[in-house]
Nanobody, 120 residues
Framework: QVQLVETGGGLVQAGGSLNLTCVAS???????????MGWYRQAPGQQRELVAT???????NYGDFVKGRFTISRDNAKKMVHLQMNSLKPEDTGVYYC???????????WGQGTQVTVSS
């Protein structure tokens, strides 16, 4: 199995910044290589939506709402992915989930989530 642990959430004022980090672990990596890593978020009463993903070789994909405010990066050797969030807005409030797949496999793995709250 894959374990994902997110850190870095919290309360910030509008216009502020946060940096989220997710670390993956598991004995399965003795056999498989990590595929895409990324972040989704879910606001109360809303569906989970894409924030950003980054492939193993650097291909990135961002949600439309990001508009240059967020940057995703990853360290393959450390099995870590980061999300630098700038110019935060109250509508960015939600639970941010780390996700990954093993290369060539379909199953999604999810972390427990970290709360991000942006006050106006």
């Amino acid at each position: 199995q894959v374990q994902l642990v997110e850190t870095g959430g919290g309360l910030v004022q509008a216009g502020g910044s946060l940096n989220l980090t997710c670390v993956a672990s598991g004995s399965i990596f003795n056999t498989y290589v990590m595929g895409p890593m990324g972040w989704y978020r879910q606001a109360p009463g809303q569906q989970r939506e894409l924030v950003a993903t980054r492939g193993r070789f650097g291909v990135t994909n961002y949600g439309d709402f990001v508009k240059g405010r967020f940057t995703i990066s990853r360290d393959n050797a450390k099995k870590m992915v980061h999300l630098q969030m700038n110019s935060l807005k109250p509508e960015d409030t939600g639970v941010y989930y780390c996700t990954t797949k093993l290369a060539g496999r379909d199953k999604d793995y999810w972390g427990q989530g970290t709360q991000v709250t942006v006050s106006s």
